[in-house]
């Protein structure tokens, strides 16, 4: 199974590596999304399926689940959605004030 989940990961990041080497400034966010979305997975794969009881003081039971990953990985998820949502409105604005998302018009270089 992690292979399967491995062959997704390389997927989501060629993805967005590719979304993020566009000249759209929408595509970019979205690209950064997605990698962001590929280390989750990353995380949550590397952190292994193992299978016990919840890690409680007291109770006597020997084998126990590591959280740590699952934390991790909502934290990351809780964090990308504000970083993505700030920049969807920083993009939206841009857009406003210039009248264009391409890159190379933002920077000034339309006529390379």
């Known amino acids: 199974m992690e292979i399967v989940i491995a062959i997704v990961i390389g997927i989501l990041v060629t993805i ?15 690209g950064s999304s997605l ?3 590929a280390v989750n997975l ?11 009881n919840a890690p409680l003081l007291g109770e006597g ?4 689940t590591d959280a740590l990953p699952q ?3 909502l934290t990351a ?22 009248g264009t998302d ?4 933002l920077r000034g ?4």
């Open 102 to 105: 391409d890159m190379e018009k």
């Open 61 to 64: 039971k020997i084998g126990f």
């Open 16 to 30: 967005g590596t590719y979304l993020l080497l566009s000249r759209q400034l929408l595509r970019i966010v979205f």
């Open 77 to 98: 998820i809780v964090i990308n959605f504000a970083v993505t949502a700030f920049v969807l409105v920083l993009s939206y604005r841009s857009f406003k004030a210039n």
């Open 42 to 52: 990353l995380i949550i794969t590397s952190g292994g399926l193992k299978k016990g």
């Open 35 to 37: 990698i962001s979305h």
């Open 71 to 73: 934390a991790l990985i």
């Open 109 to 112: 270089n339309e006529h390379e």
